[in-house]
């Protein structure tokens, strides 16, 4: 820890704001903290030395200037290369932070992130596709999560750093809204007020409730669940009976097709179940024929037909 | 039971409040007002056009999407099932009904090796629970199921979620 004393404290807070915008601005904060020019620049560079100071000049806001989009993308990454990989991602001028965290086994596998910016989600992906293909990084399984909206929203959580224990106490309003909310959320004027006189939660509680349950991931998000089919887009599932020799080399092979959104390993000797989406018709048929071309193993296309309920309610 | 092809006509504003909303809505009093406000929309059209998707079955349903892993239901299991091409169907609805059972389709068989046509995702706290769930659905079933089996799902290779109106 470098030692400050009470000069140096009062020349950070007095450069919190910022650099003032005269021609000869650190004469004129040290006027403002009572220290010569002289005395300002020599402090400064011990600062900037010690890393007290982290950066000196300025402090981008992202949203400000454009750059609308940013992602987190997350590698699942052998533990002994994961060193040399975070080294290389972080020499990319778009990617802002990079890190080593941990696995949270099952539902967390990944244990490599790092922060992408850009002026749209186009241009995101199109460094990520940069990141995957010159780093050699798409060979392992990796995700890409957009940021949310600015406004405090219920997200999508993965639980990536969160400390906490994996299952979560719910208190008696909160196993109330799950229960009765999973559905029904009305669309009015103060939806939340509504909701909550049948619960008996005003509009206050029923706001603080729903932003704990997703700040702890008890909810994955609060809000409209889409039926992508109903956007125009295709969603197949498909199956392929692996070898077991061979299933991390297919698995390999399989999840570096884009449109392969899910894939998991299943005990049968059809192991390896995963879902093919795409936008454009007939290109679903096209990825499955790749995947056989590439693994010589026959994919098995297991489309719906008819469906019956999507429910995906719990009760707690 | 829903038709699974049909699309219903979206436009640009659609598609916006789509992405401003996938991946939640604001926790704030008016939430709607907060998106027409974000997008440059007045409130009304932002719910009518909510409302209409909705309707149309774009948006499936409104509210709390729990996280299953966090509530401690960690055990997922597709329950796959052999029934004759005419009862498909009410078996499906019956098992849809269910409470256990999160999603529940027809897909094609391919004989010799896949003989199984109706398929249900069984979620529950522990295997032994989502066994004795199926065991339920069996009996429910009863000679209608000529067969079945559940494949447990035993590692996650690849999670990206499916991202909308892009």
Redesign the interface.
């Known amino acids: 820890m470098t030692e400050l004393d009470d000069t140096d404290r009062a020349l950070v807070a007095a450069l919190a704001a910022g650099l003032p915008l005269v021609q000869e601005p650190y004469a004129e904060i040290g006027s403002r903290v009572g220290i010569s020019e002289t005395d300002v620049m020599a402090r400064l560079r011990r600062l900037d030395d010690t890393g007290v100071i982290k950066r000196f000049g300025l402090v981008v806001q992202h949203r400000e200037l454009g750059f609308n989009a940013n992602a987190m993308v997350v590698w699942d990454v052998p533990d002994d290369l994961v060193g040399e990989l975070g080294r290389h991602l972080s020499v990319y001028d778009f990617v802002t932070l990079c890190y080593r965290r941990p696995r949270r086994l099952?539902?967390w596998?990944f244990n490599l992130f790092c922060m992408v910016h850009g002026k749209d989600?186009n241009a995101v992906r199109a460094q990520i596709a940069i990141l995957n293909e010159e780093t050699d990084a798409g060979r392992y399984?990796?995700?890409?999560?957009?940021s949310?909206?600015r406004?405090?929203?219920?997200?999508?959580?993965y639980?990536a750093a969160k400390e906490t224990a994996?299952?979560?106490p719910l208190d008696r309003n909160d196993r109330q809204?799950?229960n009765n909310?999973?559905?029904?959320?009305p669309?009015?004027?103060?939806?939340?007020?509504e909701?909550g006189r049948e619960l008996g939660l005003n509009?206050d509680e029923m706001?603080r409730h729903?932003?704990g349950?997703?700040d702890?991931?008890?909810?994955?998000?609060?809000?409209?669940?889409?039926?992508?089919?109903?956007?125009?887009?295709e969603?197949v599932?498909a199956?392929i009976?692996v070898p077991a020799d061979r299933f991390d080399d297919v698995?390999e092979a399989?999840?570096a097709h884009p449109e392969?959104?899910?894939?998991?390993?299943?005990?049968?000797r059809?192991n390896?179940?995963?879902v093919v989406?795409a936008e454009r018709p007939g290109r679903i048929d096209e990825v499955i024929a790749e995947i056989e071309a590439e693994t010589g193993l026959h994919v098995?296309?297991?489309?719906?037909?008819?469906?019956?309920?999507?429910?995906?309610?719990?009760?707690? | 039971m829903n038709k699974v092809n049909w699309v219903p006509r979206m436009d640009e504003t659609d598609r916006q409040i789509i992405q401003a909303t996938q991946e939640g809505l604001p926790l704030v009093p008016q939430p709607y007002h907060a998106i027409a406000e974000a997008l440059g929309l007045q409130p009304a059209d932002v719910m009518a056009r909510m409302q209409r998707m909705l309707d149309d079955g774009v948006i499936r349903r409104m509210g709390a999407v729990p996280n299953h892993y966090r509530l401690g239901i960690k055990a997922n299991g597709m329950s796959v099932w052999d029934v004759a091409d005419e009862h498909v169907r009410d078996a499906g609805m019956e098992l849809g009904a269910l409470e256990y059972v999160t999603h529940c389709y027809r897909r094609p068989r391919h004989l010799p090796d896949w003989p199984y046509n109706l398929f249900a995702m069984v979620h529950g706290r522990r295997r032994d629970e989502v066994e004795a769930q199926v065991a339920e659905m069996a009996r429910i079933l009863g000679p209608r199921a000529r067969r079945h089996e559940i494949l447990f799902s035993t590692r996650i290779l690849k999670k990206t979620g499916l991202r909308l109106g892009a």
């Open positions: 099952p539902q596998p989600r399984p990796n995700a890409v999560l957009f949310r909206k406004f405090k929203q219920c997200g999508a959580r639980g994996d299952i979560i809204i799950i909310l999973q559905g029904g959320f669309v009015c004027d103060a939806p939340f007020a909701a509009e706001i729903i932003r349950m997703c702890s991931g008890v909810l994955s998000r609060f809000g409209p669940l889409f039926n992508a089919e109903r956007l125009g887009g969603v599932l199956a009976a698995a399989v999840n392969v959104a899910h894939n998991y390993a299943r005990d049968h059809l390896m179940w995963f989406s098995y296309p297991m489309p719906k037909e008819e469906e019956y309920f999507i429910g995906l309610k719990v009760t707690v």
